[in-house]
């Protein structure tokens, strides 16, 4: 087995996977005949070639764009950003595209890229060399994040990332480059992405880290030894998904955690790492969770923050609380069943041990039963007794077999009552005022004069853009001169939208833009809708570039087919999952029903989507009043999607169309000139 520096194993891992996979290619600034800021990839473009290693423009949004798009046609992209603090520009495109596509295409697309970048400081990096951004991605649903910390490591992770269908951000810490140098297994070496790993046994406290900070947490637990303390180290390798097993099997062995890493403490991973502790080893804990991190500043001076340049200086407390040999347990608060907005809260001891009636027709009856009493517990919201205090705790059933708390309810003992105040808002939106239904047909004359504005503006070879933005521009300035006195309300648009997809992304329910543009015999699926006085509506339709194929006509057909189905059977006193099953039988009919993806509609308002849902199992009643979007759509990969949504208010008779807008095919032909 060769010896290598962390360095040496990425240039490796990345080498490896090109030999063994031709669709594995490398981009990034000064990847190619520089070999990269810091020699990852040092040799790759001498023996790859241009085509395979390729040198980009100082753009890192494009960087991680051009990666995404590579990946969506069958690519393999492994992306450098030269220093983790530039990757800011790309957030949107690794959150809003890279993250999103598997769950936008119900799983039948992924991106498989991978993005290095250098991370951390302690080099003389400076303000903008020097960043820990962990926590920014570690947050994000669909991106893996991956902090390895020793060589063996990287070359694993590397590789097994390489071969994930999924984006992953694989942090390197700049620090450790070069730091240490392990032997790496020979052959195919795969390091699982997920699994945490133990590097040092201890008994007295647990502590959690990843990238640089692992090794000086793996240096302070050898100064501690000599002090009679046992710390354990665990190496926490990737942050999403993150290996809560390991973690709380370790605390509850030790009985004490501390965290340590380098961002800043408040909004640091550090917190959910505590968090996941606090929630699930609570009782197992002799302390609290302490966390050992940089100051909340843009970047820290080199000296400034112990761990920088003192490995060893474990804060005191927790080397306090290290020493004590002796455990007790934590204490448990009684349980309250149900809280506040449906979560379960706990009714503590006061901490100094003040009687209260309240607590004693609590605690007693509850305290009785369980040797040892609880004391102890931490107060969270004063609810307006002497000594009586709220706390959250686990929801009935939690592991620790708890049955749940029997005696009185929260509201004898505040005389409150506890209200979701979520239920009366909703309740209060679903019928709509005449005065809110003249609003929302106002919207759709709107959405209806946009649309037809853009559909006249579609020509093969032009850009989506290029086409939707002049005719939603005119028409935002048309209502701006007709209505004197009017501007969108919520501040969430800009009053009216109008735009449209085309091609393979019509395939997924509100597919992206490419920008590819309009290009015969694509399907287009294109959307408009006002804001007045904060009421919206929806008008979507699909279109076709060019003759339809039969394939084509097919899919059109049966998608109307549906949403007819759906308008004919809502009428006042019909469930509203009852619109969904109609489509569906109806759809099984056609043939269609694995082509089904959406859901069939959904009420609106003042907000976009609300409650109730044209949703198999919800069994609200449609009445007068209520306006939902009706829009079944089938989806097939090869062909595209086909969906058109209208906006439909239920009568005192059945329903009525508010988007009055031609439905046909025949009106839904963009004819090529």
């Known amino acids: 087995m060769p010896e290598m520096r962390m360095i040496e194993a990425v240039r490796a891992a990345i080498s490896e996977e090109m030999e063994r996979d031709e669709r594995v290619l490398v981009l990034g600034e000064d990847v190619g ?4 800021v810091f020699g990852a990839t040092d040799g790759l473009y001498a023996r790859f070639g241009e085509a395979r290693v390729l040198d980009t423009p100082l753009a890192e949004s494009a960087i991680v764009g051009v990666a995404i798009g590579a990946a969506l ?18 957030f949107d495109q690794i959150v809003s595209e890279a993250a999103r596509t598997r769950y936008r295409s119900n799983g039948d697309w992924g991106v498989p890229i991978v993005i290095r970048t250098p991370f951390g400081g ?81 008994e007295s406290l647990s502590c959690f880290a990843w990238g640089l900070m692992t090794h000086y947490c793996l240096e302070a637990a050898r100064q501690l030894e000599a002090e009679g303390l046992s710390m354990e180290v665990v190496d926490l390798r990737t942050l999403a998904p993150l290996d809560r097993e390991t973690i709380l099997a370790s605390v509850r062995k030790t009985g004490k955690a501390l965290i340590v890493h380098e961002d800043n403490l408040t909004g640091g991973f550090g917190a959910e790492v505590a968090a996941i502790i606090s929630e699930h080893a609570f009782e197992d804990l002799d302390g609290p969770v302490t966390r050992f991190a940089a100051p909340d500043v843009p970047a820290m001076p080199r000296g400034a923050h112990p761990a920088f340049d003192r ?6 407390a927790p080397r306090e609380r290290g020493r004590r040999h002796g455990r007790r347990r934590a204490r448990r608060a009684v349980r309250l069943l149900p809280g506040s907005g449906g979560v379960p809260h706990g009714l503590p001891p006061h901490p100094d041990g003040a009687p209260d009636r ?21 107060r969270v919201v004063d609810v307006g007794r002497p000594g009586a205090h709220l706390l959250r705790v686990p929801r009935r059933g939690a592991p620790d077999g708890d049955g749940g708390y029997r005696g009185p309810r929260l509201s004898d003992l505040t005389g409150v009552e506890p209200v979701d105040s979520e239920l009366i808002i909703e309740a209060l939106r679903r019928v709509k005022s005449p005065a809110e239904l003249a609003c929302i047909q106002l919207s759709c ?18 850009t989506e853009m290029e086409i939707y933005t002049p005719a939603a521009n005119e028409t935002l300035f048309e209502m701006v001169r007709e209505m004197p006195g009017w501007r969108p309300r919520g501040g969430d648009d800009t009053g009216f939208t109008a735009m449209f997809v085309g091609g393979r992304s019509t395939a997924m329910p509100h ?29 979507e339709r699909t279109m076709i570039v060019g003759e339809p194929t039969d394939d084509q006509r097919r899919a059109f057909a049966a998608m109307l087919a549906l949403q007819s189905k759906a308008i004919e059977v809502m009428a006042p006193g019909v469930p509203a999952g009852e619109v969904e099953l109609a489509t569906v039988r109806l759809a099984e009919e056609l043939g269609v029903e694995d082509n089904l993806r959406h859901h069939t509609g959904h009420s609106i308002g003042l907000e ?21 979007t009706v829009e079944p759509g089938v989806y097939i990969k090869d062909i595209g999607g086909f969906r058109h949504s209208d906006t439909v208010v239920i009568t005192d008779q059945g329903c009525r169309v508010m988007t009055e807008y031609p439905r046909e095919l025949n009106d839904l032909i963009i004819a090529i000139d």
């Open 608 to 628: 976009g989507h609300e409650a109730p849902f044209l949703d198999r199992g919800d069994d609200a009643i449609l009445e007068p009043g209520m306006v939902f």
């Open 311 to 316: 490995p060893g200086r474990i804060p005191a």
């Open 511 to 539: 597919g992206f833009v490419k920008g590819h543009g309009v290009q015969p015999g694509d399907v287009l699926v294109s959307g408009a809708g006002a804001n007045i006085d904060g009421y919206r509506s929806e008008l």
């Open 33 to 36: 005949k520089k070999g990269g």
């Open 122 to 202: 302690g080099v003389h990096g400076g303000l903008y060399h020097s960043q820990s951004i962990e926590a920014f991605y570690a947050h994000v649903p669909g991106v893996k994040v991956v902090v390895p910390s020793m060589p063996a490591d990287a070359h694993g992770l590397l590789k097994s990332a390489v071969r994930d269908p999924d984006p992953v951000l694989f942090l390197e810490h700049k620090k450790v480059y070069r730091l240490v140098a392990e032997e790496v297994p020979d052959g195919d070496h795969l390091v699982p992405i997920g699994p945490a790993v133990v590097r040092r046994e201890g």
């Open 445 to 462: 004359d709107w959405a209806v004069r946009g649309h037809h504005r853009m559909q006249a503006a579609i020509k093969a070879g032009k």
């Open 73 to 90: 046609n069958g690519l393999i992209p492994i992306a450098e950003i030269q220093f983790a603090d530039f990757i800011h520009t790309a």
């Open 358 to 378: 309240a607590r004693d027709r609590v605690e007693r009856p509850v305290l009785a039963r369980r040797a040892g009493g609880r004391e102890g517990a931490r």
